[in-house]
């Protein structure tokens, strides 16, 4: 089916969009109503000197205020111009300064970038002259946060910063507490830019203090709300839930129906992202039901309809998308609307694709784009224009017009970059990338993708702190731009340099590698300098095997050598059956089911390169594993003679190799702190053996145990503040999730969560230079039928911020537990052994017991990080 806005939009000239990051960059964030953009831009309204001002100036700035408030910021323009023009005929510099402050702010909203650096360097100009009154005073500290929303905007997060701290400085001395929250907001988004998230977090508590100090009034709900926003996008739920709670509460006691719903939203917003569905959509409702505006009912509509197609409520969905369709005529022309409406296209695309009955075609979605486009257009909203324009360009993909589709993501392309948008760019980039290939432009197709990812990584931290529901958004937003860049450099007849190709697809996933760990984690972690380890080791190889939509590709790297690729022709879903199927014989010990499919991965992976291992003389084997090769213990594959890989290699998994630089653990005198659990807690079974692994390992090695009662969060922070211990052994029930919310450890008192290991294990500053080298989680598992589970893995040993971490990927026999730590601690303490032979070892000794010869036994053993 074809469909034919694209004629109406060359007549009308329609060439522009965007949509900030928060609000659309995966399609989920429907009617987000918060206070916090990427900054709080508070617009001032009130002369500050009435005597001295004509009625008509304060009635016309009031209407500006209006226009602003209403996403209308053309006509606010127009309007404070006018005002401007009054003020500068009466000498009045300080209302000059403060519309001047408010004109750059409509005209940041509009990305007109020039028109509001001059407006604002205007306004700071008019403001020099030092004064002590605290009208001066207010209208400086309104300026300055004004200026910082530009520089931000503008990819000064340092600046921003700067210039924030100062506002807050000069709303202290104007003892103006408003100003002085919105400032300290502020601050915390360019702490978040800068990747400084546990500084972000300190300064949002200060917040909630000063607000909890406060009356019950519309400013608490106001600030509350945005304390609560942030507290979400920094992936602190639970305290976000309460902030937004109170905030809720406040509006009912003051009975504001707006100020309800949009806490409502936000509440909603908050369950989603805990992917609590049904809660989310209890508080979408509750906001439609006393929504006392149509774009505050229709924004909670919009995000009640998305979270219904999220979970496949199909009759649902359709039944309320025929309510909302008869009232979108109804909405007056701005921003919020426009956004809504674009973000509701998305949704409605995805209704589409599920095929169901009298679901909205592709020409209606088409329609509902090419009007936004036009009201953006009679706004001057060129943001909203550029982002309507790719979408535009990406409904006619879907009807395979592949001309105009590219015109129109070429033209939507040019302004993103034209307006300083990286945002908003990589996906046109990504889009104009997949129209090339169809179209058999193999090298405009991987200049496209290429630029894609290089736009993304110059994004990443910005990618963090995007808005709810991150992990199923990553996968279908982020994940397939690094892929399919993957998938073309390595298919076969690429004309591109072989080695070169080669390298650029190993950096390509390396760095998908990262981003879904900042994903997951909620922070940028690995921002360390890269440092390839596979040149530093001499004996290791390092083997990247990648899962294509057709194919597995597996890139190896042998030091001082080119790199070499090989593929193996087989569909995802299949590969990823096979590798589950071979787990669970694995785990349910099977005789020797487990052998023909380990067999099988053993040909895919090693057998291509038997030969050039040996000849390089290779001792370790180093995966940096992909999707389901994560859950996968590669020790366990076999030659199909009579080893299993754990004979022949030592092995290790990286999430990547741009870590620090390597180092040995220095067997002299090295001391471990264990804790553990012997008992049952919380719903958890007993682990009889623990306390006998802790005797081993004592036997072994210098160690101080905490048992049971004693294993608690605080005295574990205690012990490593008091002495140094380079390694850290945990004995207790833990779980692997690709959510970060159900990863955690079970200590005597509580379980540890991800988000708290960084804190539990951080070093005090007098022994920063000697850290947790090494962290054993020895009764750990992966969460069961989770595909991804291995990420919680991986995201444990980033955030306990040691080098290197080895766990568990299924609970296994206590007793053989103990046996194979004490042969790991012998071999890792009297020998020269590196960490990764010390674990092969010990693995090795198990295998060799007929008692634990099965590979549940010793298989799933990981060691996850440096290897040396």
């Known amino acids: 089916m074809q469909i034919n806005v694209y004629s109406f939009l060359k007549k009308s000239s329609w060439k522009r969009v965007y949509i900030r990051l928060i609000v659309f960059i995966f399609g989920i964030g429907l009617g987000l109503v918060c206070t916090l953009m990427p900054a709080i831009a508070k617009v001032d309204s009130s002369p500050l000197s009435p005597m001295q001002t004509s009625s008509d100036a304060t009635q016309q700035e009031q209407q500006g205020r209006q226009y602003y408030d209403a996403g209308q910021f053309l006509e606010a323009v127009k309007i404070w111009q006018q005002v401007l023009q009054i003020y500068q005929s009466q000498g009045d510099k300080l209302n000059q300064a403060r519309v001047l402050s408010n004109l750059s702010l409509s005209y940041q909203q509009l990305g007109q970038w020039t028109e509001a650096s001059q407006a604002i360097s205007r306004s700071l100009e008019l403001l020099q002259v030092k004064q002590s009154e605290q009208e001066h005073l207010n209208v400086l500290a309104q300026a300055l946060n004004t200026e910082g929303s530009l520089q931000l905007s503008t990819g000064k997060p340092e600046a921003a910063l700067a210039t924030w701290q100062q506002a807050t400085t000069i709303y202290t001395q104007a003892k103006n507490e408003t100003g002085i929250i919105r400032s300290l907001i502020n601050q915390s988004q360019a702490l978040k830019s800068l990747g400084l998230y546990r500084r972000a977090l300190s300064t949002l508590t200060q917040v909630n203090q000063i607000l909890q100090k406060q009356p019950d009034s519309p400013i608490k709900t106001a600030g509350l709300r945005s304390l609560g926003a942030s507290l979400r996008l920094v992936g602190n739920l639970e305290q976000a839930q309460q902030v937004l709670q109170q905030s809720l509460a406040i509006a009912q006691k003051l009975q504001s129906p707006a100020d309800i719903t949009a806490a409502s939203i936000d509440l909603g917003n908050v369950a989603r992202t805990n992917q609590d569905s049904k809660a989310a959509l209890a508080f979408y409702q509750q906001a439609v039901a006393i929504a006392p505006s149509q774009i505050l009912k229709m924004r909670s509509q919009f995000n009640q309809l998305s979270t219904l197609i999220d979970t496949k409520q199909w009759s649902s969905a359709q039944k309320l ?234 890139i190896l790297s042998l030091p001082q050598q080119p790199l070499r690729h090989y ?128 005797k081993q390992i004592k036997s072994e090695v210098s160690s101080t145990v905490l048992l049971n009662q004693e294993f608690t969060n605080k005295n574990l922070q205690t012990y490593l503040k008091s002495a140094v211990f380079p390694i850290v052994h945990i004995a207790t029930h833990g779980k692997f999730s690709s959510k970060a919310v159900e990863t955690f450890i079970l200590a005597w008192d509580e379980r540890i969560r991800i988000n708290d290991l960084d804190n539990l294990l951080q070093i005090p500053e007098q022994k920063k230079g000697q850290p947790v080298e090494l962290l054993v989680l020895s009764a750990c598992e992966t969460a069961v039928g989770d595909k991804r589970a291995a990420l919680g893995l991986a995201g444990i040993a980033v955030k306990a911020g040691a080098s290197s971490t080895l766990a568990t990927l299924w609970s296994v026999n206590d007793e053989a537990t103990a046996n194979l730590m004490r042969q790991f601690y012998k071999h890792l303490s009297i020998s020269k052994e590196t960490k990764a032979e010390a674990l092969r070892r010990a693995q090795i000794a198990l295998l060799k017991d007929p008692q634990y010869e099965h590979p549940v036994y010793w298989a799933p053993y990981i060691l996850v990080g440096n290897w040396l």
């Not at 264990?674 to 719903?683: D, M």
């Open 567 to 694: 593929a193996t022709s087989i569909p995802q879903d299949r590969l990823e059956s096979i590798i589950e199927k071979l787990r669970q014989k694995l785990v349910i010990r099977s005789k020797e089911d487990y052998l023909p499919l380990s067999q099988q991965v053993y040909d895919w992976l090693i057998r291509p390169v038997e030969t050039e291992l040996v000849k390089s003389g290779i001792k370790t084997l180093v995966f940096l594993p992909d999707g389901v090769f994560r859950n996968m213990p590669m020790a366990a594959l076999h030659d199909r003679n009579q080893n299993y890989l754990v004979e022949k290699y030592n092995i290790a998994f990286t999430p990547s190799l741009q870590l620090l630089p390597p180092k040995r653990l220095q067997q002299k005198n090295f001391k471990v702190l264990g804790a553990g659990l012997t008992e049952a807690r919380q719903g958890f079974s007993p682990l009889e053996y623990v306390e006998e692994e802790m």
């Open 321 to 554: 998308w025929s309510q909302i369709q008869p009232q979108l005529a109804n909405l007056p022309a701005s921003r919020t609307a426009i956004y809504a409406q674009l973000n509701l296209a998305q949704s409605l695309t995805r209704l589409q694709q599920a095929n169901v009955p009298d679901a909205p075609t592709t020409a209606t979605i088409a329609q509902l784009v090419a009007n936004n486009l036009q009201q953006a257009r009679s706004l001057g909203d060129k943001q909203a224009e550029a982002y309507a324009l790719g979408k535009l360009g990406g409904l006619y993909e879907q009807t395979q017009q592949w001309s105009i589709a590219q015109d129109l993501t070429q033209q939507a392309l040019v302004l993103a970059q034209a307006i300083n948008t990286p945002e908003i760019a990589y996906r046109w980039q990504w889009q104009l990338g997949r129209l090339l290939k169809v179209q058999g432009n193999e090298a405009g197709a991987i200049a496209a993708y290429s630029q894609a990812v290089n736009t993304l990584q110059s994004l990443r931290s910005d990618l963090v702190a995007i808005d709810a529901d991150i992990q199923f958004s990553f996968r279908e937003s982020v994940e397939p731009v690094y892929r399919e860049l993957v998938s073309l450099l390595l298919q076969p007849g690429n004309s591109q340099s072989s080695q070169k190709s080669l390298n650029q697809a190993r950096q390509v996933i390396e760095s998908l590698n990262l981003a879904e760990l900042d994903n997951f984690l909620k922070e940028a972690c690995l921002d360390k300098k890269p440092t390839q380890i596979d040149r530093l080791d001499p004996l290791a190889a390092v083997i990247y095997p990648i899962i294509l939509a057709d194919r597995l590709e597996v």
